[in-house]
């Protein structure tokens, strides 16, 4: 099992990056993907996740209307498009795959596999 994540790196704020997360080994179309984020010295957090079928997407609300998550059930790919960049974005963010309800949605815990994670800097 694998979830390789790229893209991420540094933009200044309003900016715009990308985050990807490959995944293979797993049966990625029956799975809920989910990415995550943790800034220094906090815990890691949620930020948006699309349920297996692709057309559910849920996003935290100091992401929602700037980000963006997608998949490619051909590519077994998602990702994480994010605009207009703030300081307060910076972390890793880290993929991850689960059979989740609805209510533990958005706690870490509760998810199978996980990427390395990749790091997002947003400097003012």
């Known amino acids: 099992v694998q979830l390789q994540a790229s893209g991420g790196g540094a933009v200044q704020t309003g900016g715009s990056l990308r985050v990807s997360c490959a995944a293979s080994?797993?049966?990625?179309?029956?799975?809920?993907m989910t990415w995550f984020r943790q800034a220094p010295g906090k815990e890691r957090e949620f930020v948006s996740s699309?349920?297996?079928?692709?057309?559910?997407?849920y996003y935290a609300d100091s992401v929602k209307g700037r980000f963006t998550i997608f998949r490619d059930r051909a590519k077994q790919t998602v990702a994480l498009q994010m605009n207009n960049l703030k300081p307060e974005d910076t972390a890793v963010y880290y993929c991850?795959?689960?059979?989740?309800?609805?209510?533990?949605?958005?706690?870490?815990?509760?998810?199978?596999?996980w990427g390395q994670g990749t790091q997002v800097t947003v400097s003012s």
């Open positions: 699309i349920r297996a079928s692709g057309g559910t997407t």
């Open positions: 080994g797993f049966n990625f179309n029956s799975y809920t």
């Open positions: 991850a795959a689960g059979n989740v309800i609805l209510s533990s949605l958005r706690e870490p815990q509760y998810y199978h596999y």
